[in-house]
């Protein structure tokens, strides 16, 4: 096969203004003066919190640009953080204090919850989840199952509301906010989902404090990154005759690396991923782009990604 695009799977910028970098599983994020942030998404893949050896093409432009139209999507009925994106990779916006929780909530019974079901589990995150349920069945209603973030190479933790507010890790004045906005934005992305044809079965927001106080949306918001996402059309007959879901989400590495014996167990080693397998996995996270968004994916230039991303966000640095 031709060989494969270039990809970005680590950056070095000295931006004007810089004050410091922080590198996340997936995002680099650069802190400038005038309380700005420049968080860059690269082609890096995480899966089981542990960040796999070769970059996908493209994967760091389609996060970026989902989650900057399903910023806009959603302005209206959250604030959020951003203020630009002067490259398919970049994201600038204003610097906010990071809650250290992940508001993640769930519509159906699938994968984490899943497998702790299939443990005999019908608890999650001090939540309780009914009896007789099927895997990839509809919760009554959506489920806030919480888990604390984590830095890179530690696995983020299930915790209940209970344990935060009793840990003193977010005000229970706070997390009420967090609470609505979280269930209001699940709400606008399974209506957006469902024009597209799919279901938005799970996903996570993260939430920080600008310098006024206010509680804003920060990070990336229905991506396949971090949501799940379902085809509505046949998902009552796949559950009905027990099959699988058809999926457009991460969920597919994870199952390929299980297959491969990886779940980020000590001792386990990361699958050889050939360029056939990295080309199939982009091709997933493009066709993901397409069906959420209903736009035709226009790739960037990738014969010097970080060339471009520092060309672009100096000028526009030197413009605003």
Not at 131 to 147: H, L, Q, S, V, Y
Not at 262 to 288: H, N
């Amino acid at each position: 096969m031709p060989s494969l695009p270039t990809t970005i799977t680590g950056t070095d910028f000295d931006f004007p203004g810089q004050q410091k970098v922080y590198k996340g599983k997936v995002r680099e994020v650069y802190y400038l003066e005038d309380q700005l942030l420049v968080m860059i998404a690269s082609d890096r893949l995480s899966a089981f919190d542990v960040v796999m050896p070769k970059g996908i093409p493209y994967k760091g432009q389609i996060l970026n640009q989902i989650a900057t139209q399903m910023m806009k999507d959603t302005e209206d009925i959250v604030p959020n953080w951003l203020l630009a994106t002067p490259d398919p990779n970049v994201a600038i916006g204003h610097r906010c204090e990071p809650f250290k929780v992940e508001m993640v909530i769930r519509g159906y019974l699938s994968g984490h919850a899943a497998r702790e079901y299939k443990k005999g589990k019908r608890e999650l995150c001090g939540v309780s989840m009914p009896d007789g349920m099927k895997e990839n069945d509809r919760f009554p209603e959506p489920i806030i199952t919480p888990a604390t973030k984590a830095e890179m190479g530690d696995h983020d933790e299930d915790i209940s509301k209970e344990e935060i507010l009793q840990r003193k890790i977010v005000s229970a004045e706070d997390y009420a906010v967090l609470e609505k906005y979280t269930k209001a934005l699940f709400q606008r992305g399974t209506e957006l989902a469902a024009k597209r044809g799919l279901i938005l079965v799970d996903t996570k927001y993260e939430f920080g404090k600008t310098q006024d106080g206010t509680i804003v949306l920060i990070d990336e918001i229905h991506t396949p990154d971090s949501s799940r996402y379902f085809y509505a059309d046949g998902y009552q007959q796949r559950q009905d005759n027990n099959e699988p879901q058809k999926q457009l989400s991460k969920e597919f590495v994870r199952q390929w690396l299980i297959s491969n014996d990886f779940q980020g167990l000590e001792g386990q080693q990361v699958p050889e991923m050939s360029d056939e397998y990295i080309q199939g996995v982009s091709d997933r996270y493009v066709e993901l782009y397409e069906r959420i968004t209903g736009r035709d994916f226009e790739k960037a230039d990738t014969s010097d990604i970080s060339n471009r991303i520092d060309t672009n966000v100096r000028q526009w640095l030197s413009h605003r």
